[in-house]
């Protein structure tokens, strides 16, 4: 239970009391010119008003149950006494007991129909128990009483919205504009409901409006354009995109614009230069770059692209994207991929390089690095990853073999045989395990353990390495 100290409470009540103090006098039949009987009806009001005030101070001392029998006390004298009836809604709505409580304010309203407040709360409660029918009556006739009253023409629009009443909703919106001024969202909202109507020229109306008042806001042209666009209408998108241009032709979204739409009228070399365009705009955010040029990738490695992109096309949309944006190592680790394909090694490794600049974590980066310094014969470069490599992959067999192979290669059998037995435990697959006993066997030759090298070499064999050069080695012992 909410406690508040007995000052709190009582400056509550005599806030509420001096709300409703205009609402408490009650109407009775008197003669105006007997003094005796004014004399009486102003004790009466003074007592209904003490009663009234008792029964305020139980319901903010959330007395509940007290203050509803002393609401009732007070309507038992005086049946038309509304305030009561209406904190009796109050109480009624706290409880979640909505029908008791629309039932008590619908009796304050039968006393003081003209009570805009009385109104407001029980449209309000309509719209909480969802009969937006008897809510929408209420609003219409709220705002009708004070047409510039924002809040009930948003009301209004929603509980038509709810009723599925499309075209008043907007009507309402027209008249919220009227007071507002023109808003982006307002403006949104009706465009949603003509297109949902299927009234797509309605829909793109709303924005000629706009453009008819700021001309040179170019965001209501490619609005405009992209209703028809998205619409099957790309003939009536064309213009506003083009005239958008002559405000501005770098801007980001028309770029989007007219990418979206080249690709859609299925003209594709205008929807690569599109894209290129937006590629080097400082404006397109990142993320949506980097996404737009993943996707393509993506379907380009999966040879799915609707867009037919060369090879040529895709290498020269990733390196305008590494130009561009030199920080994000996807790009880059994109831009390997594609040189690998071509078996361009030394254009692959800078790519490589790049990426792990950025990110030294990525465990597929380094296995590329390693197999294009390998293919590159570059075993001093490997070497030099040693430290890097047990730092970070302690126990990748395949990286770990690779380091061996270098060591073997720069005539350091021992350290190579070292780095093999490191992988031994860590190889799961027995072709990578075959390679492994047979450079272990190659590193125990090269430091005069025929035995052990022969052991190895069988061992290799075993787990299904048939090289010729294993055969030949193995020959000479048998």
Do not use: C
């Amino acid at each position: 239970m909410h406690v508040e100290n007995s000052n709190e409470i009582m400056h509550r009540i005599v806030l509420f009391v001096l709300f409703l103090t205009t609402l408490l006098i009650s109407p009775v039949s008197a003669q105006k010119n007997n003094k005796t009987a004014s004399q009486k009806v102003t004790e009466a009001e003074r007592s209904q008003s003490s009663q009234f005030a008792d029964a305020l101070r139980e319901y903010y001392a959330d007395d509940h149950l007290s203050a509803e029998k002393s609401f009732r006390k007070i309507l038992s004298l005086n049946e038309r006494h509304a305030p009561s009836y209406y904190m009796l809604y109050k109480i009624k709505k706290e409880q979640k007991r909505y029908n008791d409580a629309i039932s008590y304010l619908n009796e304050a309203l039968k006393i003081d129909s003209k009570n805009s407040w009385y109104k407001e709360e029980l449209a309000t409660t309509y719209d909480l128990v969802e009969s937006y029918d008897k809510s929408a009556k209420l609003w219409l006739a709220l705002s009708k009483e004070k047409p510039t009253m924002e809040h009930y023409l948003f009301s209004l629009a929603d509980a038509y919205l709810n009723l599925k009443k499309f075209e008043k909703v907007i009507r309402v919106y027209d008249k919220l504009e009227v007071i507002m001024g023109y808003n982006d969202e307002i403006t949104e909202a009706k465009k949603n409901i003509w297109l949902y109507l299927n009234k797509v020229q309605k829909a793109a109306n709303e924005y000629d409006r706009l453009i008819k008042e700021f001309p040179s806001e170019i965001k209501y042209y490619i609005s405009a354009g992209n209703i028809y666009l998205t619409n099957d209408y790309p003939n009536k998108a064309l213009p506003y995109f083009e005239k958008a241009a002559q405000i501005n032709p770098q801007d980001v979204q028309l770029q989007i614009a007219f990418y979206d739409y080249y690709k859609t009228v299925g003209n594709k070399s205008a929807a690569y230069n599109a894209l290129l365009n937006l590629i080097r705009n400082r404006d397109f955010p990142v993320e949506d770059k980097l996404g737009s040029v993943k996707s393509l990738f993506s379907a380009f490695m999966l040879n799915i692209t609707g867009d037919n992109l060369s090879k040529k096309d895709m290498l020269e949309i990733v390196t305008t994207f590494t130009q561009y944006q030199p920080e994000v190592a996807d790009g880059w680790s994109f831009l390997a991929t594609l040189h690998l394909i071509d078996n361009k090694y030394e254009e692959g490794r800078a790519a490589l390089e790049k990426v792990l600049a950025l990110d030294v974590s990525r465990y597929t980066v380094w296995e590329d690095y390693f197999y294009v310094l390998s293919r590159l014969n570059d075993f001093k470069t490997l070497i030099s990853k040693d430290e890097s490599v047990h730092e970070l992959f302690p126990t990748n067999a395949m990286l770990l073999y690779t380091l061996g192979v270098a060591y073997l290669n720069e005539k350091r059998p021992e350290r190579a045989s070292e780095l093999f037995k490191e992988a031994m435990p860590f190889a799961f697959d027995n072709f990578l395990l075959a390679k492994i006993y047979y450079m272990l066997g190659n590193a125990n030759f090269e430091l005069n353990n025929e035995e052990e090298a022969v052991k190895n070499w069988k061992l290799a064999k075993k787990k299904g390495l048939n090289s010729q050069e294993l055969i030949d080695k193995l020959s000479k012992y048998e």
